[in-house]
């Protein structure tokens, strides 16, 4: 069962879904969804599989309308996600916004929240 760490109350977007055991042409992805009612600014915000490295900074600007989901590949991301199952962290500086643990992943079937 995947545990998470519940995003701060400030917060309107979390951690939404990960593939990560893919084949060609499916690539891993990591979505983040925006669950307030209003268009979110997430640029400046880091996704990482490692707590003391921001791996990944979405870049300035990036909206996530109302409702709205945003994914990122292993492409844009510039790391692997691992098929075996990891913790996924989406920060601000050194402050986690959200977490994830996923377990280990079938081939083309994500982890999501629900």
Not at 38 to 59: C, E, H, M, R
Not at 63 to 91: M, V
């Amino acid at each position: 069962m995947p545990i998470y760490k519940a995003p701060t109350r400030d917060a309107r977007f979390l951690i939404n879904e990960v593939l990560a055991h893919t084949d060609l042409p499916q690539v891993d992805y990591i979505e983040i969804y925006n669950y307030g009612t209003a268009s979110v600014n997430v640029g400046g915000l880091a996704l990482t599989d490692d707590p003391n490295t921001n791996k990944f900074l979405i870049p300035g600007g990036t909206l996530i309308g109302p409702r709205s989901f945003l994914a990122f590949t292993e492409t844009q991301l510039g790391f692997a996600l691992n098929n075996d199952g990891e913790t996924l962290f989406l920060r601000t500086g050194q402050r986690t916004i959200d977490a994830v643990k996923y377990e280990g992943q079938e081939n083309g079937k994500p982890w999501g929240r629900y």
